[in-house]
């Protein structure tokens, strides 16, 4: 299975993400992480590098077998598109999840006190947050809404949606 998570940063993406692929024991794939080690390595990231790596990795695991969680901002219809024709090519089921955070002070709050936990990478500033291209959504998906939940609770609900898509 992969499992597509989108959102816009600090909404709680990577920490419902990061917290299913430990329970699930599931490939975790952050592109933050793979964007930062480009850029470590004397890499410019200006496009979509950093998510083609992570599809063509994703591949590789869900060809093996291995449930695979992809996180990212996933904010455009293409590379949401991308994650499902990954998952397509290889007949393997993927669910898409949005994490949002509805209550705009706490989402602000978050993107504002929160520090990085990948060395050099450069959290953005809640107005890049803000005026990020972000799509609407024009299909199904679970949409996971974090404001006033703590990480449990958020696993609890997207379990809960997860079930009735199944």
């Avoid at 990795?57 to 455009?76: E, R, W, Y």
């Avoid at 005026?131 to 997207?158: C, F, K, P, S």
Wanted: proline share 3%.
């Amino acid at each position: 299975m992969l499992y597509i998570f989108s959102g816009l940063p600090g909404t709680g993406k990577t920490t419902l993400s990061s917290a299913l692929a430990r329970e699930l024991r599931a490939t975790y794939l952050r592109v933050d992480v793979v964007e930062q080690a480009m850029r470590d390595s004397g890499k410019s990231i200006e496009g979509p590098e950093g998510y083609i790596v992570c599809y063509a990795i994703a591949s590789q695991n869900l060809q093996l077998g291995l449930d695979v969680i992809a996180d990212t901002v996933n904010p455009i219809e293409i590379t949401r598109k991308a994650w499902r024709n990954v998952a397509e090519s290889l007949e393997i089921p993927f669910v898409e999840i949005e994490v949002i955070c509805s209550d705009v002070n706490e989402h602000k709050r978050r993107v504002e006190t929160r520090t990085a936990d990948i060395q050099g990478f450069v959290l953005p500033t809640w107005e890049k947050v803000r005026n990020r291209e972000y799509d609407v959504w024009d299909r199904d998906h679970i949409v996971i809404d974090t404001a006033n939940r703590t990480v449990e609770e958020g696993l609890i609900a997207l379990y809960k949606k997860l079930d009735q898509e199944r």
